[in-house]
């Protein structure tokens, strides 16, 4: 069904009975039993083209870790409740007189990585985790994965910045270290944002209801700060909404929404931009290529050599802080131990064949892989559609008769939308056709609807 041979004997009796029978190919796999639910048959094809060799891993040992110097330090994690891979801890440290020292600790893998060596292949193989509703396929094996995720209740390898902030929130120059930090906290956004939400837990005279409750006060203080510093401060812009499905055990479908531009999220968020940038900044300085985001007119996209970022009002920008999930982040991460540890070479010099190559392989993969859990999404959609019974929604008009489904992960064409309506207008649409199984859905406009602030 994905990559026949179409001369074989097999190929060919299949498509004949499937002919004779007059049912799809794909009818007749899901009679014969070939085919179990649609979302396997959607994850057997794209793991057929990415992942030809299989998702499980070779034999791939740690190797000796090295010795590392101890933080004086102690350290927290802010992820979701059901990330495994922990990339990044922040730190906090008052030195009196106002002034607090930021520590950012990013899991650091390429410590154990030399080049050439099987990790290196794997990762070049795989470039990053694939997620999707109901699982992932990780880019690290279990056991790299375990010694390297920034899980509380231990000491873990990391590459950290410190930069001291003085009480106007001006950041001075950054310091960098391989050290051994130790993970006091890994704090779930589920179990923490209802005490720490645009509305509530963002005042110093309240109660702490949190391990680091206080800290992320403060954290949340000098994000908004590096925000306007960056001209990207936007207080009265309308709520954003990003919306995830998830799976329980029966096979119920259920949608969770999460503000964009959350305290919780602004305060990752920058911490997360003020390494990134830092990081690319120093690559560029020293003359060494990486893998940079930048924007200088039009699409963001990746380049070996470091320019402007201007959506995000940035000289210079890369990928360093999810080296477990991301292939980019592994190499930007090798190319910078190099400038903290003078007797580690680069991996990749200026004009690198090599790292040319890896930029396409993985700016391709990345999208593949984007395309594919867009895909698994409106499939869930689909089906979170008929569970509900839902036969009208509300959208957000796009482009022509494209629309952004309001309340799903989901985007779709519609019938009848008159020709003078601007983008940004939100509708309500009716549910014409449905169905999930052949991931099918018909949409017809029915009328103009207020902006969501004022509805």
Not at 70 to 93: H, N, P, Q
Not at 266 to 289: F, H, K, R, Y
Not at 305 to 319: D, K, V
Not at 339 to 360: C, H, M, Q, V
Request: charged share 25%.
């Amino acid at each position: 069904l994905h990559a026949p041979d179409k001369q074989s004997l097999t190929y060919k009796a299949f498509t004949k009975a499937a002919d004779e029978l007059k049912i799809s190919a794909y009818e007749l796999a899901k009679k014969t039993g070939g085919i179990t639910s649609i979302t396997q048959y959607l994850q057997d094809g794209f793991e057929i083209k990415y992942f030809p060799k299989g998702t499980g891993f070779p034999d791939l040992p740690l190797p000796e870790m090295p010795d590392l110097p101890k933080a004086d330090v102690t350290a927290f994690s802010i992820d979701d409740e059901s990330t495994t891979e922990v990339d990044d801890a922040l730190s906090l440290t008052d030195l009196g007189n106002g002034m607090k020292r930021v520590g950012i600790h990013i899991a650091a893998p390429s410590l154990a990585i030399k080049q050439g060596d099987k990790m290196e292949k794997n990762i070049m193989e795989r470039l990053s985790t694939v997620y999707f509703p109901g699982g992932k396929i990780t880019m690290l094996p279990e056991n790299w994965i375990a010694a390297f995720s920034l899980d509380a209740g231990a000491y873990r390898p990391s590459i950290s910045i410190y930069f001291d902030v003085d009480s106007e929130f001006n950041v001075g120059e950054p310091t960098c270290k391989i050290e051994a930090v130790n993970i006091a906290e890994n704090l779930r956004i589920q179990t923490i944002e209802p005490h720490f939400n645009a509305k509530i837990g963002l005042d110093e005279a309240g109660e702490m209801m949190f391990a680091h409750h206080q800290d992320l006060i403060w954290f949340h203080q000098f994000a908004v700060a590096l925000q306007k510093a960056r001209g990207k401060y936007e207080p009265d812009r309308a709520p954003q909404y990003d919306y995830s499905i998830e799976l329980d055990e029966e096979g119920n479908v259920s949608v969770v929404r999460r503000e964009r531009g959350s305290p919780i999220d602004t305060l990752v968020s920058e911490m997360m931009i003020l390494a990134n940038s830092t990081w690319a900044q120093m690559l560029d300085e020293n003359g060494l290529p990486g893998l940079f985001r930048v924007q200088t007119g039009g699409k963001v996209r990746m380049s070996t050599q470091s320019e402007p970022h201007s959506g995000m009002n940035l000289a210079h920008y890369g990928w360093f802080t999810s080296p477990l999930r991301r292939a980019a982040d592994c190499i930007n991460q090798r190319q910078l131990l190099s400038l903290i540890e003078p007797d580690l070479p680069p991996r990749f010099e200026k004009n690198s064949s090599d790292l040319f190559a890896a930029l396409r392989d993985f700016d391709a993969a990345y999208t593949a892989y984007a395309d594919f859990q867009r895909q698994m999404e409106t499939y869930w959609s689909l089906v979170y559609m008929q569970q509900e019974n839902l036969r009208e929604l509300s959208a957000v008009l796009l482009k022509e008769d494209l629309v952004r489904i309001e309340g799903l992960p989901l985007v779709g064409r519609v019938h009848g939308v008159p020709i003078d309506i601007p983008p940004k207008t939100r509708m309500k649409l009716a549910v014409t056709q449905l169905d999930a199984e052949q991931q099918l859905l018909s949409l017809k406009y029915l009328n103009v609807l207020p902006p969501e602030s004022a509805a």
